[in-house]
Structure formats: structure tokens, C-alpha cells
């Protein structure tokens, strides 16, 4: 079994900025794309930002410039710093990450999840 436990996660006026982090433990060999994802009150679930085992990131158009997602491989940790923060990034946050076991099955699997609230 694997866990992903969310943290950094709060409330902050526009223009502020959060970082939050993401570690997996548990039955993990190797740790592969990680992500973030966010659902807001009333909406579907959607991609923030994406970042594979090599470093290469994707990310939502609405927040280009203004997030930047990177990992720590050796401690299977993804980070999500936010800033300029608008009332609209308001959502709880989760992560995501697709883990190979030592059995060698691949899971995905999800944090959570982390409350963001960003006050006008």
C-alpha cells in the first residue's frame, strides 16, 4: 500500500503565495508522473500541473507564470509553489502519482486532499 500525504495547504490574501508538498511512502520501488489536481465548490476536478520522473512539466493554462511544480525523487515528494494567488485558485488541492510497486504493478494513486482558500 502506498499513502500520499499532503501538507502547506491555507487560507491567504490575493497576490499571496502557498507552497505545498506532497510525499508518498509505502510500498514504493520507483515513484513515476506526479501531479496536482484541484476541484472547486461545485466543479469537476481538473489539472493544475504535472511533472514526470525526468523533470518534464505540463501545465493549466490558467496557471501558467504563476505556479511552478517540482519533485525530490529521493524522497518521493512533489511540491507546487503558488504565487500571485487569485480568489479563483480557490479549491482543495489534491496530488496524484502513479507509483510501481516492488511487486511491479503500477497504481495511481491520490493524496487527500488540501483546502486553499485565497480571500479578494
Known amino acids: 500500500q502506498v499513502q500520499l500525504v499532503e501538507s502547506g495547504g491555507g487560507l491567504v490574501q490575493a497576490g499571496g503565495s502557498l507552497r505545498l508538498s506532497c510525499a508518498a511512502s509505502?510500498?514504493?520501488?520507483?515513484?513515476?508522473?506526479m501531479g496536482w489536481f484541484r476541484q472547486a465548490p461545485g466543479k469537476q476536478r481538473e489539472l493544475v500541473a504535472t511533472?514526470?520522473?525526468?523533470?518534464?512539466?505540463n501545465y493549466a493554462d490558467s496557471v501558467k507564470g504563476r505556479f511552478t511544480i517540482s519533485r525530490d525523487n529521493a524522497k518521493n515528494t512533489v511540491f507546487l509553489q503558488m504565487n500571485s494567488l487569485k480568489p479563483e485558485d480557490t479549491a482543495v488541492y489534491y496530488c496524484n502519482a502513479y507509483v510501481l510497486s516492488y511487486q511491479k504493478y503500477e497504481y495511481r494513486y491520490w493524496g487527500q486532499g488540501t483546502q486553499v482558500t485565497v480571500s479578494s
Open positions: 509505502g510500498n514504493i520501488f520507483s515513484v513515476n508522473a
Open positions: 511533472i514526470t520522473s525526468g523533470g518534464s512539466t
